[in-house]
């Protein structure tokens, strides 16, 4: 089976501006779930979608939002970029609804956001 | 809440054995996970533990005891491929919740 898979690997935005991340789950996976991750704070979660239905936010500012498509490909967007959206975003697919017993993720390359 | 904590950084020898430490606060627990992830690359599953005791898995090993809310990884004959940073979490009645990772470095 093919992997996670994210596009775009790379982007440059510059403050104010919004950017749309998508990401394309492991066939037969219905959740997907998305992790920002900068140096020093690990990964941290921003939300999952189970079968296009939001099912867990994280701790994050209104400004992230996500979506889930029928074929279970997600997208997530930041609008209005802070110099501190700069980061690695994880998209991670898994075959059940994330908590409970060996909530195994895979994980796609990430996208790398620059916001100058 | 949830929290983890493990060490920030380790530094081992390669063919030596290293311990990676891991102690959790969770409501809700099911089991601890490990994560490996080389610079610039994806997290990878290494290992699941959800009841007491000793998972083996090639060179690496995973314990748990719910009792004292610990656990550790343990990697044998370390290789230089080894290289990387390794990630507990907590799977309980939220999404995995990651610890902020510990930076393993082989030296020869």
């Known amino acids: 089976k093919a992997g996670v898979t994210q596009t775009p690997r790379y982007l440059i935005k510059t403050r104010g501006q919004q950017v749309t991340l998508s990401c394309s789950p492991i066939?037969?996976?219905?959740?997907v779930s998305w992790y920002q991750q900068t140096p020093g704070q690990g990964l941290q979660f921003l939300f999952e979608?189970?079968?296009?239905?939001?099912?867990n936010k994280g701790n994050f500012p209104g400004r992230f939002s996500g979506r889930q498509f029928s074929n279970s490909r997600s997208e997530m967007n930041v609008s209005t970029l802070e110099l501190g959206d700069s980061a690695l975003y994880l998209c991670?697919?898994?075959?059940?609804?994330?908590?409970?017993?060996?909530?195994?993720?895979?994980f796609g390359p990430g996208t790398r956001l620059t916001v100058l | 809440g949830q929290s983890l904590e493990q060490p920030s950084e380790v530094t081992a020898v390669e063919g030596a054995i290293v311990q990676i430490n891991c102690t959790y606060q969770t409501s809700g627990f099911y089991g601890l996970s490990w994560y490996q992830q080389h610079d610039g690359g994806a997290p990878t599953f290494l290992s699941y533990?959800?009841?007491?005791g000793l998972e083996e898995t090639g060179r690496f090993s995973s314990f748990l005891s719910r009792s004292d809310s610990y656990g550790y990884l343990l990697l044998q004959e370390l290789q230089m491929k080894d290289s990387a940073s390794y990630f507990c979490a907590v799977s309980g009645n939220t999404p995995l919740v990651f610890g902020k990772g510990t930076r393993l470095s082989v030296i020869a």
């Open positions: 533990n959800g009841l007491d």
């Open positions: 066939s037969g996976h219905r959740s």
């Open positions: 979608y189970f079968s296009e239905t939001q099912r």
């Open positions: 991670a697919s898994s075959p059940k609804i994330a908590g409970g017993p060996a909530d195994t993720q895979y």
